[in-house]
């Protein structure tokens, strides 16, 4: 079984930054793929980034523009989310996952998932 911890979250000005950390226990995720996803208040689950076990990276949602950078660390199992220039509409719980399937990753069906850690951006 993997847990996956998210970490980082806050209250930040627009235009500030934020790195989000998610740490994966359980088991290596060395062969496995891990991304992040957001969710604001009465809207869907949105992709936000990827990265595969061998540091591919598929495109970033469509928002980012940017303004994110996704990263891992094998050694550490901890993938992290770099988010600059942050907007009051970046404001959501983010979500760490992970799976072996980049497609279910990315389509928003994988194996496991964090708990989420809230970030709000203040105008």
């Known amino acids: 079984q993997v847990q996956l911890v998210e970490s980082g979250g806050g209250l930040v000005q627009a235009g500030g930054s934020l790195r989000l950390s998610c740490a994966a226990s359980?088991?290596?995720?060395?062969?496995?793929?891990m991304g992040w996803f957001r969710q604001a208040p009465g809207k869907e689950l949105e992709f936000v980034a990827a990265?595969?076990?061998?540091?591919?990276?598929?495109p970033y949602g469509d928002f980012v523009k940017g303004r994110f950078t996704i990263s891992r660390d094998h050694v550490k199992d901890t993938v992290y989310l770099q988010m600059n220039s942050l907007k009051p509409e970046d404001t959501a719980i983010y979500y760490c996952?992970?799976?072996?399937?980049?497609?279910?990753?990315?389509?928003?069906?994988?194996?496991?998932w964090g708990q989420g850690t809230q970030v709000t951006v203040s105008s």
């Open positions: 996952a992970a799976d072996r399937n980049m497609q279910s990753l990315v389509t928003g069906e994988p194996d496991y």
């Open positions: 359980g088991r290596t995720m060395i062969r496995s793929h």
């Open positions: 990265m595969a076990w061998d540091y591919v990276t598929p």
